[in-house]
């Protein structure tokens, strides 16, 4: 892919979940929630969780920051539901890999869905936390429970 579409992609994707961002609202049954805040740019974020068998069974964002930070915690909302707490920690090291510019498998690339894109963030150190705030509270969730 060009670099021309690459950038396009990029754009349409993370305008599109910043403007229309999946998950987001409050999960009234959640079993565990956070929220951490980017210093750095001002982004917060209120993840909730509901875990259910070892398995999340939903997830709801609520916060303010950033087209990045906001377009990054719908994606991750897509890649996390219906997974395992094992696989979404798994996925999560991927993504944080990935924003640092970190090269991973092919099949967590997919699996990583439009969240994939984002691993362009890492040309722009100012902006990974941004792209990594949600996943970080996702991640912290998950090591509690």
């Given at each position: 892919?060009?670099?021309?579409?690459?950038?396009?992609?990029?754009?349409?994707?993370?305008?599109?979940?910043?403007?229309?961002?999946?998950?987001?609202?409050?999960?009234?049954d959640a079993?565990?929630?956070?929220?951490?805040?980017?210093?750095?740019?001002?982004?917060?974020?209120?993840?909730?969780?509901?875990?259910?068998?070892?398995?999340?069974?939903?997830?709801?964002?609520?916060?303010?920051?950033?087209?990045?930070?906001?377009?990054?915690?719908?994606?991750?909302?897509d890649v996390l539901i219906?997974?395992?707490?094992?696989?979404?920690?798994?996925?999560?090291?991927?993504?944080?890999?990935?924003?640092?510019?970190?090269?991973?498998?092919?099949?967590?690339?997919?699996?990583?869905?439009?969240?994939?894109?984002?691993?362009?963030?890492?040309?722009?150190?100012?902006?990974?936390?941004?792209?990594?705030?949600?996943?970080?509270?996702?991640?912290?969730?998950?090591?509690?429970?």
């Amino acid at each position: 892919m060009g670099l021309s579409k690459l950038n396009y992609l990029y754009r349409t994707l993370v305008l599109e979940h910043a403007s229309h961002p999946h998950h987001q609202g409050k999960l009234l049954d959640a079993t565990a929630q956070i929220t951490l805040h980017n210093p750095t740019c001002g982004d917060t974020i209120n993840l909730a969780v509901r875990i259910d068998d070892d398995k999340i069974s939903d997830l709801k964002f609520t916060g303010s920051g950033c087209t990045i930070s906001q377009a990054s915690a719908s994606m991750m909302g897509d890649v996390l539901i219906g997974k395992s707490v094992s696989d979404a920690q798994q996925l999560i090291q991927a993504f944080s890999n990935l924003v640092i510019g970190q090269k991973i498998s092919a099949q967590a690339q997919e699996q990583l869905q439009d969240a994939a894109i984002l691993g362009s963030v890492a040309q722009f150190p100012a902006r990974i936390k941004c792209a990594a705030l949600a996943w970080h509270a996702a991640q912290a969730i998950l090591e509690e429970n």
